[in-house]
């Protein structure tokens, strides 16, 4: 196969050659978002099939998440050392094999394999597609370009969930691994096709070093997370981690301070107004990924909606920003991104301060609502973000900048989210513990349930041996459902609290307007 730059297959196939790379790249990064959160309301479903609690299942998005963020560091080695087509082409490959592992899986070890292996290849097709369209376009059409993919990124955000919700329903859990691949197949075509094939002849070097710290850092900390509720914080195995992943990210700092060839530009730090824009971020990545993972399961676990009324409940919010980006956009070059940011994250703890009080008897529309809220904040506190960051920063810094931004958000998201999840069952358990200490002969409530559910059973002909515990056993179903309940509210406070923190390092911006 010959090598092919931009230019080659601009005369090879002429004007339309735009139109050809720049579907083929949005229909490979369309699966990838789509994936991302697909499984998002599987959630209950895989707990069912392997016997876990959410703290465990909640490692399929996590583990894409991290798997994502660490991989997007990669993408600039990648491009350079084995050429888009190449790169392209062996990420669909990788994502294909761990799609497969996830769907055939019969431990659940091995879906959280395949879903890392998943989210290595969105982290690197992503930036590879953006950075192939601004190739292909003229610098003055470059923003509409970019336009168009972000809103077809936003579309699959928004219908990824309700489209694994039919597939759920309409045959398995399972099927949300399998029915995006005919896509990643005509991706996997057009690539071999379209994608240009030109690489660096040259060595390029790469902080292997610091990129191991950072996989073993993130690793152990996740891991860390996930099972220290159920092996114990102090327990010899979590302390293990927590020291490793200490020792692990002290020296990836280290090794940041050297001279030569580094994942992290460090010197970025010094700049006071991007140090800000990046505490933002993190604590923003946490909210923001956060909400959008416990609002469908809280719909299936708290208020039992199906797996596609779990994806419909969030699929208005996610519209509703893809339509608000270009206007937020425009408007972040005309008022301060101190007020700008405000907004977003008012609007976010709005959002998740309502779902405070929300239980099995709130309006579906009610929650879709609230959601709404919560996710048109995204769209201003976005746009903001970056532009500021960039804005502060020089010339030389402004590829560094960027990606260490995206590289914050990603973080903060992944783990945040398990972190969170793991206070939810926290307070879960407590909650648990704290209604079953009430539940004694001077309860007047639950004697009156007690006797009212005895009642129906002798009025269905139940035996009266099968009574009195098939009574008890529905007084504890309403226990445990009543603690899940009010563990997703404290968890939705702790959103509101998180949002509200970030505003301080917001207001540290300053109120001047964009430069």
């Not at 020291?243 to 030569?260: C, E």
């Not at 995206?406 to 972190?419: E, H, I, P």
Request: charged letters at 10%; a neutral charge.
């Amino acid at each position: 196969m010959r090598t092919e730059s931009v230019d080659n297959l601009f005369d090879r196939f002429g004007p339309s050659y735009q139109l050809f790379v720049t579907v083929t790249g949005m229909a490979a990064s369309f699966v990838m978002v789509v994936s991302g959160g697909i499984v998002n309301v599987a959630v209950p479903d895989v707990m069912g099939t392997f016997g876990i609690g959410l703290d465990q299942a909640q490692l399929m998005a996590t583990a894409f998440n991290v798997a994502m963020t660490t991989s997007q560091l990669l993408n600039a080695w990648v491009i350079a050392v084995f050429g888009q087509r190449i790169g392209f082409s062996a990420t669909l490959i990788i994502f294909t094999i761990g799609s497969l592992i996830c769907g055939f899986a019969d431990d659940y070890s091995f879906v959280v394999l395949g879903r890392t292996m998943q989210g290595f290849s969105a982290g690197v097709i992503q930036p590879l597609v953006m950075v192939t369209i601004f190739q292909v376009f003229p610098s003055d059409r470059r923003g509409a370009a970019m336009g168009l993919y972000g809103m077809a990124l936003s579309l699959a955000v928004a219908i990824g969930p309700a489209f694994g919700g039919i597939a759920i329903e309409a045959l398995n859990w399972r099927a949300i691994f399998f029915v995006p691949l005919p896509l990643v197949f005509i991706a996997f075509g057009a690539g071999l096709v379209f994608m240009p094939s030109y690489r660096d002849a040259k060595e390029q070097p790469f902080d292997w070093t610091g990129y191991g710290l950072v996989i073993v850092t993130l690793y152990c900390v996740m891991t860390g997370l996930t099972d220290g509720q159920r092996d114990g914080w102090v327990s010899d195995r979590i302390v293990t981690y927590f020291v490793i992943a200490a020792v692990a990210a002290v020296a990836f700092i280290r090794s940041q301070m050297r001279k030569g060839s580094n994942l992290v530009d460090l010197t970025l730090f010094k700049n006071r107004e991007f140090t800000c824009i990046i505490i933002v971020t993190l604590i923003f990545g946490i909210g923001n990924f956060g909400t959008g993972y416990a609002v469908p399961v809280f719909g299936q676990l708290v208020q039992n909606m199906t797996p596609f009324a779990a994806g419909l409940v969030i699929m208005p919010a996610a519209l509703a920003v893809a339509v608000a980006l270009p206007f937020t956009g425009r408007l972040a070059d005309t008022i301060s991104a101190r007020l700008g940011i405000m907004v977003g994250l008012t609007l976010f703890a709005m959002g998740s301060a309502l779902m405070i009080d929300a239980d099995v008897n709130t309006p579906f529309f009610d929650v879709m609502i609230y959601y709404m809220i919560s996710r048109f904040g995204m769209a201003f506190t976005m746009p903001f973000l970056m532009s500021t960051a960039l804005r502060s920063l020089p010339p030389e810094q402004l590829n560094s900048g960027a990606g260490m931004v995206n590289f914050c958000r990603q973080l903060g998201g992944s783990l945040g989210t398990n972190a969170w999840v793991v206070f939810v069952q926290m307070r879960t358990q407590f909650h648990s513990d704290a209604l079953t200490a009430t539940q004694d002969s001077s309860n007047a409530a639950s004697r009156e349930m007690l006797e009212g559910v005895g009642q129906m059973l002798r009025e269905a002909g139940v035996a009266e041996t099968v009574t009195e515990p098939g009574a008890l056993h529905f007084l504890g179903q309403v226990i445990e459902a009543q603690a899940t309940t009010l563990g997703f509210q404290d968890g939705f406070l702790i959103f509101v609290i998180v949002f509200m923190l970030a505003m301080i390092p917001t207001w540290m911006l300053g109120s001047g307007k964009k430069k």
